[in-house]
């Protein structure tokens, strides 16, 4: 059975940071592309960022580029998101999934195999 269980949201102030984890269980991630997603209240679901594990390669929307890093522990099949510098406008549920390895850079929903369940990311000014 698929799962994909995130965990390390929660509340911080402007400028802090926060590390996603997203621990997946009933495939090896090593052959997989694995992405971040987020959703805000009144906002459609988008891609964050998304990384090809076998190769490393990682992709970055507009959204994540600069401040976000996506990492991956192939012994803990995990992968990360680290965030930095945080502002109020990255409060949203963050979404961990799989994503169809050969749309990786696309960084799409529509390309998503499993998604996980969500954990909310709260940024106060």
């Known amino acids: 059975r698929v799962q994909l269980v995130e965990s390390g949201g929660g509340s911080v102030q402007a400028g802090g940071s926060l590390r996603l984890s997203c621990a997946v269980s009933g495939f090896p991630i090593g052959g997989d592309c694995m992405g971040w997603f987020r959703e805000a209240p009144g906002k459609q679901r988008e891609g964050v960022a998304s990384?090809?594990?076998?190769?490393?390669?990682?992709y970055y929307s507009d959204s994540g580029k600069g401040r976000f890093t996506i990492s991956q522990d192939n012994a803990k099949n995990t992968v990360y998101l680290q965030m930095n510098s945080l502002k109020p406008e990255d409060t949203a549920m963050y979404y961990c999934a799989r994503i169809y390895d050969g749309r990786c850079g696309r960084i799409s929903g529509s390309d998503v195999v499993n998604w996980g369940q969500g954990t909310q990311v709260i940024v106060s000014s």
């Open positions: 990384i090809y594990v076998r190769l490393r390669n990682v």
